[in-house]
């Protein structure tokens, strides 16, 4: 069934830009063909099994998320093709959605049961929170580019992810309205944990980045919120877009 969506408008909230949407004509997404769609389910499922099960991603609802969300739906029309490929593709404003083993990487290490509150810095195109959304309560997630946070609240409001709310703002400040999470995911690099996140995060919570030059090759890291101070443990080699920004200024 067809889904008719438009942007009902955006408020300014505590520094941060709230979408949004409403039903109703004018807005039109085509039908998917079934023949394409199943031949796109069968690449999604050969990407787990040899990007994923492959490599050391065990977690079986990690893996099962993965097999339902339609990744090719999440980018533009001219790389479907590659969406299923293990590597990272462009992405408007200049950015890139992650290649799967390393969304699966990152989802893995927060260890989500199901009842939890996850923050993402970092919408893009909104498909880690998707894949979030098939695994946790409720996703907050931030896009400091508007055009990319509208898009992908449509994309996934299309899907019917309805238990992900989208903001445009500087993801840096995190969102203390809807703080403590339980576990908080940067999809972009910054030479450290930005102090709001680690504030926001609740206490035996998790957080996930890719912390260090954001020039060079950053180092994938898990922290954990521990009687107040940060347990971290890295996880592997990455390389992300930089962080924007309030995170950019404090570089310098």
Known sequence: MNENIIMKGWKVCGGLTLLFLSSASGMMF????????AAFAKKRQLMVDEQLRARDITDRRVLEAMERVPRHLF???RFRGEAYEDNPLPIEEGQTIS?????ALMTQCLELKGKEKVLEVGTGSGYQAAVLAELADRVYTIEIHEALAKQAALTLRRLKYERVEVRSGDGFFGWKGQAPFDAIIVTCATSRVPPPLFEQLKEGGRLVAPLGDTDEVQVLTLVTKVKGQARTRAISSVRFVPMTGEGKKRKK
């Open 30 to 37: 085509p039908q998917q063909n079934q023949d394409e769609e």
């Open 75 to 77: 980018i533009d029309p």
């Open 99 to 103: 290649q799967p083993y390393i969304v």
